[in-house]
DNA sequence: ACAAGGTGTGAACGAATATTCACGAGAGTA
DNA sequence: TACTCTCGTGAATATTCGTTCACACCTTGT
């Protein structure tokens, strides 16, 4: 029989893992602090997981849904790429204001490494990459993107951009990088626009500069 | 009066730090399987260094002085910004074959904090920083790079694309990304071309489809 | 060959942390 | 109200890790 189930505190304690795991790394953040700051026994977290890695991955999953639920509702609309990317670069950056915890958390499980970094990457880019490569299968179709590029690899940079924008707003180290480029916090619009711009280049410029050869070695 | 000073030994301990800081991270990484993997007792490392992190701090300089002077060398020539990208990306394609674990501990102290994060920032990005600043302004002067982008978040897209490379060839978690947008492991040639391309592409196209105003809110 | 003192060694110590478990508090039932 | 069963509690435990220090070794000067 149930007793004092906590409904919502759950929820908090999820939030408050994430926030101090984000903060201060798997291991630098302890289980006792994380049940102080959440007003709960350490006790009780051992209830309801296994262990530290158990809970977590707990943390992990509970913040990706957020993450996921986003993009599915991005997509839910059709749009043209250079549309999508202005959305997207919107949503990230709402998001970032709104959860910097989470990004903090998808920042430290990059740092992951063996098979578990293998395992985490494919659970977590498997749903973008497989979002990016669709959008540009389209923009190809459409006429939208240019044709002279690997997909796959074009994938890659944009979210390249998209990623590291999102640390930039969020984590202090990138964010501390983003103002010595910048000189100072620039403002969401001008990231946007200017990030468009780049985008908006690297889609549509077709005409091959880039000689192909030059077989390494010897430069210039 | 010395005695048993160790020459390269000293280096040896350092290389081992930076692997072993790199692999697990500031906190995961035991002094003392840093001394027994270096072939020394822990007590040396405090007769050197007053503690953990002002070994972790010399690590770091220790791996940073080695890019520096790998970047110092690539900007002793004269040449195009497009001549320098190809050079930037097959230098830090090089670097990350030759030392994984300098990149992975660069990639580490990206997830620090607070004040400490500010000064590291300042420290390792002041000098990419300046010198990208100072190549893009020696490409709008000559020509070679479009006005209608600002010199600041230019350079920034820049070197996220460059930094996001080095961690995708260093780092297990990136590394598996990498292989998911891409089915595999790209080869250095393809992305090197590749990347040429994205970055061409900014670098030249002036056209702009981006319209300035759509002041938020509302999207389309 | 011997004395002296600088230098590496690694066992020992204290602090911190993950994990456990005996206990008590509160809800449901009669 | 009294009994019971469940679940949260937090002191206790074992382990790990940063740091210290008494000691032994080796080099140097004589």
Redesign the interface.
Known sequence: MLKKLSTEKLEEILETGIELFA?N?L??ASMASIARQAGVSVGVLYKYYANKEDFFMACLRHSLSSLESLLQELTSRE?KL??YS??LI?ALQDFSALHPSHIRLY????????ET??Q???EI??LS?RL??RLIAQGRETGALRR???P??????F???L???Q??YC????????E????GM?E????E??????L???F??ER???P?G???GE??
């Open positions: 903060h790394g291991h630098a749009d250079l549309n202005r959305r919107r920042h430290q499980i990059t740092s992951s490494s063996g970094a293998r985490l990457a494919e880019e498997g990459s990016y490569t002279d590029m690997d796959g690899l074009f994938a890659f940079f979210d390249n951009l990623m590291m924008l640390f930039s984590c202090d180290y990138y964010k501390a990088r983003m010595l480029y910048c000189g620039p969401d619009s001008a990231v626009e200017q990030l468009l711009r780049f908006e280049s690297a549509t410029f091959s500069l880039v192909h030059d077989p390494r430069n210039d």
